[in-house]
Structures are given as C-alpha cells and as structure tokens.
C-alpha cells in the first residue's frame, strides 16, 4: 500500500509564472490566476500548505469584460459607521485601481484564513508590459 506524501513548508518549491492579460476574459484569467496560487496545479498539493506559484500579470487592464459589466457592476466598501457605504463602477476601478480590482477579485476564490493571505501576497499585477520581475520569470502561461 501507497502512502500518500504530505508536502512540509520546507519542502515547497515555487516557480514565477507569467501571464499576459490582453485580449483574454477577465474572470477566466482570475481562476487560472487562484488555481495557481493555491498550487492545486502540482501533484505534491497539500491543503493546509501554501505551497503555490507566484504569478506576475502584466497588461492587465487590456483584459475584456463581457456585457454591460464595466458600466453596471459595482464594487462595495463599508467602514462600519452609519451611512458609510461607498460604491465604484467597474470601468472606474479599472482605469484608476487596476491592482486592486485583480486583488479583490482573486481573494474572493482564496481561503479566507491566514494562509489565503499569505497566498495573495503572491500575486503581483502591473498595468503596462513592464515589470520588474524579468530575472525570476520561470514560465509564461
């Protein structure tokens, strides 16, 4: 009988993967982006390891939307005090906060625990084709 192999944090090895966001679907980008992350992509995935990729997106606000979600979709803030909910439209949130658009939407398909926190600090998004990570780049997907 097989003993299935538990992946210790000492053991992760991490690659650098490159994504280029022009001309493909937001959302599609965005699981592939989670996907990679978590590392559930390798064979040696163990769940309470973060044991994912660091992911690079570059040209990130050339990615398309369908419909009519950049005038309609709205984005939410709340501090907790009475009649403190402030809202952004999605063509907004790109053009002004690109990397924060590519944040949020990506925790939302992380774990909400430290470890998802520590997986989304791998996650570095850049609005033009340059970016400063050319050394490390691995992969391109």
């Known amino acids: 009988m097989k003993m299935t192999k538990v992946l210790k944090p000492a ?3 991490r690659d650098w993967v490159l994504i280029d966001a022009e001309g493909k679907t ?10 990679l992350l978590r590392g559930k992509h390798k064979p040696s995935f163990t769940p ?3 044991c994912g990729d660091y992911v690079v997106i570059i040209n990130a606000e050339k990615a398309k939307f369908s419909g009519v979600k950049l005038e309609d979709k709205e984005y939410f803030t709340h501090s907790g005090y009475f009649g403190s909910t402030k809202s952004k439209k999605l063509g907004d949130m790109l053009d002004n906060h690109t990397e924060k658009l590519y944040r ?16 989304l600090k791998k996650l570095k998004v850049y609005v033009g084709s340059e970016h400063p990570h050319t050394a490390q780049i691995n992969k391109e997907a």
């Not at 959302?27 to 989670?34: D, F, M, P, S």
């Open 26 to 35: 937001f959302g599609r980008i965005l699981t592939e982006v989670a996907t």
């Open 104 to 119: 949020l939407a990506v925790r939302g398909m992380l774990p909400k625990t430290t470890l998802g926190r520590h997986m």
């Open 48 to 50: 309470n390891v973060d």
């Open 11 to 13: 053991e992760v090895t």
